[in-house]
C-alpha cells in the first residue's frame, strides 16, 4: 500500500505540474476538485486529499485558499524540481514534455462562477450585436450565416455546467480573430478582442 500511495502522490504532482504549463503567469493554485477531474476515475477524493496533506506536509505542495473557503494547492520549487525529477527518471525529457490532454483547464459553473458567467455573457453579446447590427450585416455578407452559427454553438457550449476551456478556444478564438479585424476600432472588434483576452486568460 505504501508503494501505491507514493505512486499517487507522483501522479498528483505530476498533474499540478501540467496544470501550471498550461496556464496563464497568474493561475497556478487549483483546488481539489480541478485535481481529481485529471486523475483517474477510480481514485477517490479522500484518498487525493490523503496525498496533497502528506505533499504539503513534506514542502512539496503549498496550501492556500480562495478567500471563501476552498483550499488550493500549488507546487512549491522543491515540487517542481521533484516532478522534472520523475519525469527524467521515466526516460521524459523536460525540454519536450507535453501535459497529458487531460491537463487542459476545465471551467466549472460552480468552482468559477465569475468566470464562466463573464464567458457566457460575452459570447451572447457577440451573438446579438451581430444580430442586429446592419453593418455587420453588411460587412460579412455571405459569411453572416456561418460566423452566427459558428457563435452560437460556442455560447451552447459556454452555458454547460462544465466545459474545458481549450476546447472552446479552439472552436471560437480563429472566428473572433477574424471578426475583431472585421471590425477594427469598432464596438464588435473590441468586444472580440476582449472575449480573446478572456479566454485566453482562462487557460
Do not use: C
Not at 496556464?23 to 485535481?35: D, G, K, Q, R, V
Not at 446592419?134 to 455571405?142: K, R, V
Not at 466545459?163 to 480573430?177: E, K, N, Q, Y
Amino acid at each position: 500500500m505504501a508503494a501505491l500511495f507514493a505512486e499517487l502522490k507522483e501522479e498528483v504532482q505530476i498533474v499540478l505540474y501540467d496544470y501550471m504549463l498550461t496556464s496563464n503567469h497568474e493561475t497556478y493554485w487549483f483546488s481539489l476538485e480541478a485535481i481529481q477531474e485529471a486523475m483517474p476515475p477510480e481514485v477517490s477524493g479522500a484518498f487525493i486529499h490523503r496525498a496533497l496533506k502528506s505533499l504539503v506536509d513534506d514542502d512539496l505542495i503549498e496550501l492556500g485558499g480562495d478567500g471563501e473557503g476552498t483550499a488550493l494547492y500549488a507546487l512549491s520549487e522543491d515540487g517542481i524540481e521533484t516532478v522534472e525529477q520523475a519525469l527524467e527518471a521515466r526516460g521524459v525529457k523536460v525540454r519536450s514534455y507535453q501535459p497529458a490532454p487531460s491537463a487542459d483547464r476545465i471551467l466549472s459553473q460552480i468552482h468559477d462562477a465569475a468566470l464562466h458567467r463573464d464567458i457566457e455573457a460575452g459570447l451572447r453579446e457577440i451573438g446579438e450585436e451581430i444580430g442586429k447590427s446592419n453593418s455587420a450585416s453588411e460587412e460579412l455578407g455571405a459569411e453572416k450565416e456561418l460566423i452566427v452559427n459558428e457563435i452560437d454553438v460556442a455560447h451552447q457550449l459556454s452555458q454547460k455546467e462544465k466545459f474545458r476551456v481549450a476546447r472552446l478556444v479552439a472552436l471560437i478564438v480563429p472566428t473572433l480573430r477574424y471578426i475583431a479585424d472585421k471590425f477594427g476600432g469598432q464596438a464588435l472588434g473590441e468586444l472580440a478582442k476582449r472575449m480573446i483576452q478572456l479566454l485566453l486568460g482562462a487557460m
